[in-house]
């Protein structure tokens, strides 16, 4: 852990939601609209994907009523917003407590952010589903209300300048390599998180968790 970041420079911490902070599987989501789809399961998973269409909606260039009728055509769904948004917001499962203490102690010694890649329907049922998340951050930064997504680099350096810290003072912490990269790439500190150790680990090395 200690060859990944400078804990010298490290003003701040930056999370990542899901797969951080929470779990979530799209599979649920693919279940719940199985019987509203006239394609079988297995050409069901391959017609879905985080395609343009999926970012620009995490952008909030899309909304959700626009979003879900990309679903029904790509999907073949016979299914109203209503039933769509169901499937959408049924991928949410557990709370990651192990992450989420240990990131409510460690805000006694630094600030502590999230970045999501996030669309507004998503951001309203997560918030819903896990109280205790945004009370944890000094600030949540979405990427449907900013309008720009992770791995972009203008997505961090927007979060930097909102911050008002230089990219090498922030520690980053995402599940997805190509997120990791592209944080470091902009100049952040990352850590690729698999499991809640990663976070603790590291929390631990900056003298934030016991």
């Known amino acids: 852990?200690?060859?990944?970041?400078?804990r010298s420079r490290v003003r701040a911490l930056l999370f990542d939601l899901g797969g951080?902070?929470?779990?979530?599987?799209?599979?649920?989501?693919?279940?719940?609209?199985?019987?509203?789809?006239?394609?079988?399961?297995?050409?069901?998973?391959l017609a879905f994907s985080h395609d343009?269409?999926?970012q620009r909606h995490e952008r909030g260039e899309l909304s959700s009523?626009?979003?879900?009728?990309?679903?029904?055509?790509?999907?073949?769904?016979?299914?109203?917003?209503?039933?769509?948004?169901a499937g959408?917001?049924?991928?949410?499962?557990?709370?990651?407590?192990?992450?989420?203490?240990?990131?409510?102690a460690?805000?006694?010694?630094?600030?502590?952010?999230?970045f999501s890649n996030t669309n507004r329907s998503h951001h309203a049922a997560w918030r819903a589903a896990y109280p205790r998340i945004e009370p944890a951050f000094d600030q949540v930064f979405a990427s449907s209300d900013i309008g720009l997504r992770k791995p972009e680099r203008a997505a961090f350096e927007?979060?930097?300048?909102?911050i008002g810290l230089p990219p090498q003072?922030?520690?980053?912490?995402?599940?997805?390599?190509?997120?990791?990269?592209?944080?470091?790439?902009?100049?952040?500190?990352?850590?690729?998180?698999?499991?809640?150790?990663?976070?603790?680990?590291?929390l631990r090395e900056l003298g934030c968790l016991a």
């Open 158 to 162: 927007h979060v930097c300048r909102e």
């Open 1 to 6: 852990m200690s060859a990944a970041f400078d």
């Open 52 to 54: 343009e269409d999926y």
């Open 88 to 104: 959408w917001n049924a991928i949410f499962r557990d709370e990651i407590g192990p992450t989420l203490d240990a990131i409510e």
């Open 20 to 45: 951080v902070v929470f779990e979530f599987d799209f599979a649920h989501a693919l279940a719940h609209w199985g019987p509203m789809s006239a394609l079988p399961a297995a050409q069901l998973r």
């Open 169 to 202: 003072a922030l520690l980053f912490f995402d599940d997805l390599e190509e997120n990791v990269a592209g944080a470091r790439a902009c100049g952040l500190q990352a850590v690729q998180v698999r499991s809640p150790e990663d976070v603790r680990g590291a």
């Open 106 to 114: 460690a805000r006694r010694f630094l600030p502590c952010y999230a």
């Open 65 to 85: 009523s626009q979003y879900f009728d990309t679903l029904r055509r790509k999907l073949h769904l016979t299914a109203t917003d209503e039933q769509i948004e």
